[in-house]
């Protein structure tokens, strides 16, 4: 395999764990812990992580892991923080690792308590854009137009997708970022700038395709979120403080191939796609309004 | 050294004194005072503690969780409807077998909003696998709490220590705080048996399947077991250190008794006022109290009564469609006995009403001029209630 120049080799998954093939999940947290490092501890909320993370007595990962319940992963990664300092241990990280349920949903009262209180811990969502563990049901990450077992049939969804590093940023706290697993480097960096960051919350958003749910081949796990990327729907962009932003990229595809590829918006008609086009475009132009078009170029 | 304390702030003092590591609460009434003063402790530096004000009882107990595993000493506190709202986490704490140390101030349930002393909240999280204790004044809360850290780590299950509000909460009394070095002997620092470590890393809390869940779920069962053998043996060496001990049930004048009041909480003390005046007349009443409601005691039960006592059981609290909760358990550990006393159920203070010496002298006279148990319990003191509803 060729080595990719800020793509350390070392790797934090065991062979074996029990993702499904082509699981935008597990991609993620290779790359997350390649940047962070052994003195890394997990904190798990339900999620398709505590499947992935294998059963008793084995595990999927060579850092320690804590697995709690769903709402809970800002809190206790907060515990587990306190814990840690007061036993003089500042050196380890502290990483909550949630999927969009578990952060857009249900434990966004305890990311919000923590961020609000200035936790020192990194926070990443893997984002699936459903409730993909229990069988693909809608969460408020899942985005317009997605066909759950929720929004079944005609009553697909009709609102957007929450923007959580928004709400995030409106915490003011240090570091938000967005990741894509087709950019490994510009992952890895955020991570490596996250775990050096101080002052609060680092949170990173990573969109996670998730095949079974978005119904595409396992293969393509990795080019549709490229493509998210490359249509400005899923941009990756810093924001410091709250407040500074920073625009990784500017892609210039349209949304229509990113669409046509998932079997999740197969019922979508062109003036849906149209629609969704107009949302992304807007998005992106109050996003760059934001960065002040201030833009870096990622490699 | 004697001082006068709140009932809530002995439960501070035991927590400071247990030189506990990670706080973490939410406010609740009755509740509030405890870790107020805790907070003032971390923040003056009279506990080298980390506190976390969370934003809520779920997260409260969430991060109390995540501390534990991360090798802290730990405590929280709460009431009521806090306590309902960790509900999910109380069984992750046992299940994960962290030893967290909570303070409950009993209070009722709403609506309609009563935020006055009623046993329902913390009686409806029996089956969630932690230990309680309940106490009758605020030497008890503290002599429990410093207790309690020793018992907890010592079976890795937690320890939930009971107090009435108001009645115990918010009342004043001369108690006998130690000095640090004689807690300190006897409740060494925390040495987890199993803690979140880099040098050895691990994976808990994880997924089990069938195949193995249920010796899990016995192992806590064969630790609830040895629950009542180990606290009489710390209760030893507190009385050696200290010179007080409790018992998981505490039975006086009950030898000859023909009623026995039994009775948990404040209304203990109450009741030995009553008790008292009833063998003063010539009456021979008894009393038991039952301080340990989890593990229930079984074999100190069936062991203190001969089977011509009546038993007057004094419930704080009701599970509807079926009665007051510590007459249940008591029934059901009686039943197996060959001879069993009968057990008459009686229902008084809901919502912070008043127990007062007549209530339950009256209740004591029910119970001696009845020959059988009513099917049903008898509620005390009631006003005229709108059959309607």
């Known amino acids: 395999m060729k080595h990719r120049e800020g793509v350390p080799d070392i790797d934090y998954l065991y062979p074996g764990h029990l993702a499904c093939p082509g699981c935008g999940a597990a991609i993620a947290m290779k790359f997350a812990l390649k940047a962070l490092g052994p003195k890394t501890m997990v904190v798990l909320p339900a999620s398709c992580w505590g499947i992935i993370a294998g059963a008793y007595p084995q595990t999927g990962l060579k850092v320690p892991v804590m697995h709690t319940a769903f709402a809970t992963a800002g809190a206790a990664a907060s515990g587990l923080r306190a814990a840690l300092d007061i036993k003089g241990d500042t050196e380890t990280t502290v990483l909550a690792w949630a999927g969009d349920g578990g952060t857009f949903d249900i434990g966004f009262q305890s990311l919000s308590g923590a961020a609000e209180r200035g936790e020192d811990f990194i926070y990443a969502c893997y984002d699936n854009e459903a409730y993909m563990n229990t069988g693909v049901q809608r969460s408020s990450s899942t985005p317009y137009g997605m066909r759950t077992a929720t929004t079944p049939g005609t009553s697909w969804k009709r609102t957007r997708k929450k923007n959580i590093v928004e709400a995030l940023a409106a915490h003011r706290i240090p570091y938000a970022a967005t990741a894509s697993i087709a950019y490994p480097e510009d992952m890895i960096r955020k991570f490596v700038r996250a775990r050096s960051v101080k002052g609060g919350v680092r949170f990173i958003h990573i969109l996670a395709s998730c095949p079974a749910g978005w119904r595409i081949p396992s293969e393509s796990a990795v080019k549709v979120t490229r493509l998210a990327v490359l249509s400005n729907l899923f941009p990756l962009y810093e924001v410091k403080d709250g407040l500074h932003y920073t625009l990784n990229m500017e892609g210039n595809r349209p949304v229509r191939p990113y669409i046509r590829m998932q079997g999740r918006f197969s019922h979508l008609t062109e003036e849906e796609i149209e629609r969704i086009q107009e949302m992304v475009d807007s998005d992106w132009a109050l996003l760059k309004e934001k960065a002040n078009c201030k833009q870096i170029s990622i490699k | ?389």
């Open chain 2, 1 to 389: 050294m004697i001082r006068i304390l709140e009932g809530n702030h002995a439960v501070s003092e035991a927590v400071r004194l247990a030189r506990v590591q990670v706080i973490s609460a939410y406010p609740i009434t009755p509740q509030t005072h405890i870790v107020e003063t805790l907070s003032e402790y971390c923040a003056d530096g009279k506990m080298n503690a980390r506190f976390l004000c969370v934003e809520s009882e779920h997260s409260a107990m969430g991060a109390a969780i995540a501390a534990a595993m991360g090798g802290a000493r730990t405590f929280t506190a709460t009431s009521s409807h806090g306590l309902a709202y960790m509900h999910e986490l109380l069984h992750w704490s046992t299940g994960a077998r962290l030893p967290i140390v909570m303070a409950e101030v009993n209070r009722a349930m709403g609506p309609g909003w009563n935020i006055w002393t009623d046993q329902t909240d913390s009686l409806s999280q029996r089956d969630t696998g932690w230990i309680q204790l309940y106490c009758e004044d605020g030497q008890e809360v503290l002599d429990t709490t410093v207790s309690a850290f020793r018992l907890a780590e010592t079976v890795n299950l937690p320890v939930m220590i009971v107090l009435d509000a108001f009645y115990l909460s918010h009342t004043f009394e001369p108690v006998d705080v130690p000095e640090q070095g004689s807690v300190d002997r006897f409740l060494p620092p925390f040495s987890p048996r199993f803690a979140m470590d880099t040098e050895n890393p691990a994976n808990f809390g994880e997924l089990v399947p069938p195949g193995l869940y249920m010796e899990m779920r016995r192992n806590i069962q064969l630790a609830m077991e040895s629950v009542p053998g180990c606290f009489s043996a710390i209760e030893e060496e507190f009385f050696f250190q200290f010179g007080r001990r409790y018992g998981p049930v505490e039975c006086w004048m009950c030898d000859d008794a023909e009623v026995i009041m039994v009775v948990s909480g404040t209304i203990t003390g109450t009741c030995r006022q009553v008790v008292g005046d009833l063998r003063g007349r010539g009456e021979k009443a008894g009393l038991m109290k039952i301080k340990m409601f989890r593990p229930f005691p079984a074999r100190e039960i069936r062991n203190a009564f001969n089977p011509n006592q009546k038993l007057a059981v004094v419930d704080r609290n009701f599970s509807f469609g079926a009665g007051g909760i510590f007459a249940q358990e008591l029934k059901a550990v009686l039943y197996q006995a060959p001879d069993r006393p009968r057990v008459f159920e009686y229902i008084a203070g809901l919502g912070g009403r008043d127990v007062t010496p007549k209530t339950l002298e009256t209740i004591y006279r029910m119970t001696k001029e009845q020959d059988t148990p009513k099917m049903e319990s008898v509620w005390i003191d009631l006003n005229v209630v709108d059959e309607g509803i």
